[in-house]
């Protein structure tokens, strides 16, 4: 079954689900979209740090922009972002409590599609906001995500970072599959970009979607990587941001909306391939995205140990994670992580262990000091319905789940030869390190950063 096919397939086998998560967008609220330019990012590896590289770049161009990107490290409300910084809880209430009384909310409370009501709460917010361009980041794969329900009208990019194997259960167990759910996003009229691609089979079906839309695929030019100066991923990812906007603002010039940007629109393809210049330098110099390669100096019992930071959470992320940790770290190195994988988690481990090669590795629930923490409903009742199932069933059944997925960590690590400790929390790995450790790897997940966070609120 070609790409297109299998897409067109997984559609229809969604239809009704597709019908409420997209019937959200008529309205009022759809019209006003209409005017307000989108840049729009899917991906399993480095969208996140794409957008944050855009939105920085947009913002240092004078934009007023609206962010939008999952998931979040410890409120559901920092996933919305105004001009670089989270709305507030009090603003997210407001705003969901107005929601709640539209008759297109019931039909998402009714059918437990929570992060398509998300969606409408980060639209309503930016559209109250008067925000002159919107950044969504894809939640997961891309043709069934409530952000692909974006109204057709403003100009528009969509962008495909590096693709790898991640959600394999509800994307499917081939690249190629994989592939075509992410280019979902693809719309007729826009401007396509892809960052550079690991595996050639994903980069065919891009090319097969773009086709399809009777668009060229763009990609950043070596010299534009080059330029940006920084390490791999994060030179690639700039890049595609940068080209991203360039593409965006061209496409505005010609918008009665943006007079201010009226200087020429006779840019060519080749000028928007160019070096970085000192503005977009600038800004993704000024870029912040915690959790992603991130160094942190940590006290721990009268000693300075360094903790790495990483949200690896594929093998091709975790390969990328080893070597960057390898580079960074400083005597002996100790591996905290939680994996979000199962079985499968031999291929990010097979990394750890030949690459990085740490003396010691352990394992903990994604909880700081208490397991208390996993209950993310804080006692809230507004923010209830806007978490899934799966972080709103109790601590007990959490708990398990962690535990069940941590033994198959360690049967991993001691495959790989790995001298394996449990925890457990981040806070009590970190009170018994032993006294040779300079160096602390926490990886895994999101969560599993984000438990370290809670300890340390001040480089969140």
């Not at 979209?33 to 590289?53: D, E, Q």
């Not at 559209?127 to 002159?132: G, I, L, N, S």
Request: one cysteine or more; proline letters at 3%; a negative charge.
């Amino acid at each position: 079954m070609c790409p297109i096919e299998y897409t067109q397939e997984l559609l229809e086998n969604h239809e009704s689900d597709k019908k409420n998560r997209f019937s959200v967008f008529g309205g009022k609220l759809c019209e006003k979209l209409k005017s307000i330019p989108l840049l729009h990012v899917a991906g399993t590896k480095g969208k996140g740090t794409t957008c944050a590289y855009a939105e920085t770049i947009l913002r240092a161009r004078g934009f007023k922009t609206g962010l939008f990107t999952s998931p979040s490290f410890n409120s559901v409300a920092e996933r919305i972002r105004i001009n670089g910084k989270p709305v507030c809880d009090e603003q997210f209430a407001a705003t969901a409590e107005k929601l709640e009384k539209l008759d297109e909310v019931k039909v998402l409370r009714e059918s437990e599609l929570w992060f398509a009501k998300l969606t409408l709460l980060a639209l309503q917010t930016f559209v109250e906001q008067k925000v002159d361009v919107i950044i969504l980041e894809v939640g997961i794969g891309g043709a069934l995500c409530s952000t692909s329900a974006y109204p057709r009208g403003a100009p528009r990019v969509c962008c495909v970072t590096a693709l790898g194997y991640d959600h394999m259960d509800k994307l499917g167990y081939s690249i190629e599959e994989i592939s075509a759910s992410k280019a979902g996003i693809f719309r007729r009229g826009a401007t396509l970009i892809t960052s550079k691609q690991e595996y050639e089979e994903a980069l065919s079906v891009l090319k097969i979607f773009a086709n399809e839309k009777q668009a060229n695929l763009l990609s950043p030019s070596q010299e534009l990587i080059d330029s940006t100066g920084l390490e791999y991923p994060n030179n690639e990812n700039a890049a595609s941001a940068i080209l991203a906007v360039r593409h965006l603002i061209k496409s505005l010039k010609q918008e009665t909306f943006f007079q201010r940007l009226r200087k020429s629109s006779s840019s060519t393809e080749s000028d928007l391939m160019k070096i970085i210049t000192p503005t977009e330098m600038k800004a993704i110099y000024s870029a912040e995205w915690p959790g992603r390669q991130q160094i942190v100096e940590h006290e721990i019992n009268g000693r300075i140990i360094r903790i790495l930071l990483d949200v690896a959470h594929t093998p091709e992320s975790m390969k990328i994670c080893a070597n960057w940790a390898a580079e960074k770290k400083q005597g002996k190195m100790f591996v905290l992580m939680r994996s979000a994988m199962g079985r499968e988690i031999d291929s990010q481990m097979v990394h750890l262990a030949e690459i990085l090669k740490p003396e010691y590795f352990a394992g903990s629930p994604n909880v700081a000091k208490d397991v208390a923490e996993l209950d993310q409903n804080d006692g809230s009742e507004k923010y209830v319905s806007f978490y899934p199932s799966f972080l709103t069933r109790g601590i007990d059944r959490q708990l398990e789940e962690q535990r069940e997925r941590l033994a198959i960590q360690s049967e991993s690590a001691r495959k790989f030869g790995l001298n394996t400790f449990e925890f457990e929390s981040v806070n009590d790995c970190l009170e018994n390190l032993p006294e040779d450790v300079g160096t602390v790897l926490i990886t895994g997940s999101l969560y599993m950063v984000a438990a370290f966070f809670r300890l340390r609120p001040d480089v969140a």
